[in-house]
């Protein structure tokens, strides 16, 4: 029996043949028996990641007691108690009393309307046990479970694909990819196990976007890479507000120690009584004290954030208010964040570069609305304009899209004339083609030409566009297979692109007139990373963006260098993402940080004021300290 969690980053696990694999794990294909998965479930706990920040009434009262200044005022209303003078540590203690219970109601609240926000759902899984495919909830799912995943399904925990169809996965919330990634079931060769770089693999947290397949579960909870992410929450970071009270209370015990001291000195060289000095020294002590102060700060703080409730803003601690408005530095994710986080289609364009609307109608027919890309043709603006043409034609045959070919392609007849239409990566379509279409005519295509075409498709790619080719020929059957795809004509390619946001060229803009400056830290590549700061108007520091490798051959000094310097990071991990804002933090910025995935959770926690949405993952939304509705 399996009786230890396996380590995720163990590369073994995804580049060692199935039959090892299954062994090593200790499974089949048919599945674990009931009583096997009970006995590991009781051994390595539920596939639960618990809540480390609970917003328990207690605990959020007692927090509102935690400040020097607050521990000062008890302190000094203890004193006045013991002198006699019952009025002032009264006074004192009210004054305490009511700044507490107006900032705990204030998060008390906000902590309600947090947990409103997280889904009341119960996620299930479904599974193979003793042969059988049955239905389980997700949390008892343990190690070497075979998991069967279909398009639109949550990961439930961290698997290696044995098995699939066609599947491309949603891995924007964990690794910032704004496209969904294709998978398949071939050993990973590569050493590396950031989880950008497994093709194997299906990771909790993520969602099956198009496809099918079977998965064997490697790691549960804690022990997947979202666990691994969701530890490094568990560190508090003092913020900017914080340390201001720190201070400021450290100052004035400071103060009041070395005024106390300089009265028993004085007192004792004049020669009076020690007691009545003593007296005397406490009381000034306490005179020193601003006891109104705490209650200033949380009626100020609070009237900020009903302010930013009225505009759908939920703050969760009254802290966040001041530390957004001292932000100099807001680093943000760029999926969902300057994106709109949904793919479309951003150019058509023939070989001469010219924009072509047939290319339009022959891609609506060779779709299968059943990813992103395809939604993206049917839905733009030119196929629903063309509709009528594109109904002219009836679909004969389908050969499916494969992650080897990289292709599609479909048979359409119109008028008894019946057209082969090939669509898939640009590499794979123009392997191909024997002829192109330029100047509106068909031409061979010359060793020179093909040079041409493919720097043609490079370019675009480099400036961050996916690119999808287009390609046809006329064909007799009514039938077709995948080794038909030759001899095929180019007619152009397709551009997509994650589009930013219309909002975030101006948003940037105020917040440059405001003195905050921008830090762009994503976990997409680094060409599409820059295409989307070039169409937000953001200048790109030394015109170099930093990735994820750069950083990961740096001593922290180093990123805390590049953390200073540079504005645009790209393919970064969650790890590297909360590296660069505590660096930052340490070099007296105060940060702020705006994200919405599983990958920004640990850099949310770490920043001084972390921002959120409503439809961030759970996660996000835990760790952020205000959460924009």
């Not at 400021?248 to 028993?264: A, D, E, H, P, S």
């Amino acid at each position: 029996m399996l009786n230890t969690q396996k380590q995720i980053e163990k590369s073994s696990y995804w580049s060692g043949n199935e039959e090892d694999f299954l062994k090593e794990f200790d499974t089949t294909l048919n599945g674990l028996s009931t009583e096997e998965a009970k006995k590991r479930l009781a051994i390595n706990g539920s596939n639960k990641l618990e809540d480390k920040e609970k917003h328990g009434p207690v605990k959020i009262f007692i927090s509102q007691f935690t400040s020097p200044l607050i521990l000062l005022l008890i302190g000094g209303a203890l004193v006045s108690l013991f002198i006699g003078e019952k009025i002032d540590a009264i006074v004192i203690l009210s004054i305490i009393t009511m700044s507490a219970i107006l900032g705990f109601f204030q998060e008390y609240k906000a902590a309600k309307a947090l947990d409103a926000l997280k889904g009341l759902v119960r996620t299930n899984a479904r599974v193979i046990r003793n042969g059988e495919k049955t239905e389980v909830a997700a949390e008892t799912l343990v190690v070497g479970d075979v998991v069967t995943l279909n398009i639109g399904d949550i990961i439930p925990a961290d698997l290696r694909i044995l098995t699939c169809d066609n599947i491309t996965i949603d891995e924007s919330s964990l690794t910032g990819e704004s496209l969904p990634v294709s998978k398949n079931n071939t050993s990973s060769k590569a050493e590396s196990t950031e989880p950008q770089d497994l093709q194997n693999a299906a990771l909790m947290g993520t969602s099956i976007s198009s496809g099918n397949g079977i998965g064997v579960v490697v790691a549960t909870a804690h022990n997947t890479f979202f666990g691994k992410t969701a530890s490094l929450l568990s560190t508090d970071t003092e913020t900017n507000f914080q340390k201001s009270i720190r201070d400021f209370g450290n100052l004035l015990m400071k103060v009041t120690f070395v005024m106390t001291l300089f009265i028993l000195i004085a007192n004792a060289l004049l020669g009076k009584s020690f007691f009545d000095s003593l007296l005397f020294a406490i009381a000034l002590a306490v005179g020193i004290t601003p006891e109104v102060l705490p209650i200033l700060m949380t009626i100020s703080l609070s009237q900020g954030a009903l302010m930013m409730a009225k505009s759908k803003v939920i703050t969760k601690t009254l802290a966040a208010v001041e530390n957004l408005g001292n932000i100099d530095i807001l680093c943000c994710d760029k999926t969902g964040t300057l994106t709109s986080g949904t793919v479309e289609m951003a150019d058509y364009l023939n070989v001469n570069g010219d924009r072509n609307d047939e290319l339009i109608t022959l891609a609506a027919l060779c779709n299968t609305n059943g990813n992103p890309i395809d939604k993206a043709i049917l839905t733009h603006e030119t196929a629903i304009k063309n509709a009528d043409k594109i109904s002219e034609y009836k679909i004969l045959d389908t050969n499916e899209f494969d992650f080897n070919r990289r292709r599609m392609s479909v048979i359409a007849e119109k008028n008894n004339e019946r057209l082969l239409i090939v669509k898939g990566a640009q590499e794979n379509i123009i392997t191909c083609c024997t002829s192109v279409i330029i100047d509106g005519k068909e031409k061979q295509i010359s060793d020179n030409e093909r040079i041409t075409i493919e720097e043609f498709m490079n370019k675009h790619e480099s400036n961050g566009f996916r690119v999808i080719a287009i390609a046809t020929k006329k064909f007799a059957l009514k039938d077709s297979n995948a080794l038909d795809e030759t001899d095929l004509t180019l007619r152009g390619v397709l551009l997509f692109l994650d589009p930013a946001k219309s909002t975030a060229k101006d948003a940037l803009e105020r917040l440059e007139k405001l003195g905050v400056h921008i830090k762009v830290i994503s976990g997409d590549s680094a060409l599409v990373t820059k295409k989307i700061c070039n169409d937000v108007g953001l200048i790109i520091s030394r015109n170099r963006v930093i990735t994820g490798e750069d950083l990961s051959k740096c001593t922290l000094l180093e990123i805390q260098e590049y953390a200073q310097h540079y504005n645009v990071f790209a393919r970064v991990n969650p790890e590297q993402k909360y590296q660069i804002v505590t660096a930052l933090t340490k070099q007296n910025h105060v940060v702020g940080f705006l994200g919405d995935g599983i990958n920004d959770a640990p850099a949310l926690k770490s920043a001084d004021v972390g921002i959120s949405v409503d439809t961030a993952s759970d996660i996000a939304k835990q760790a952020a300290d205000i959460i924009l509705l």
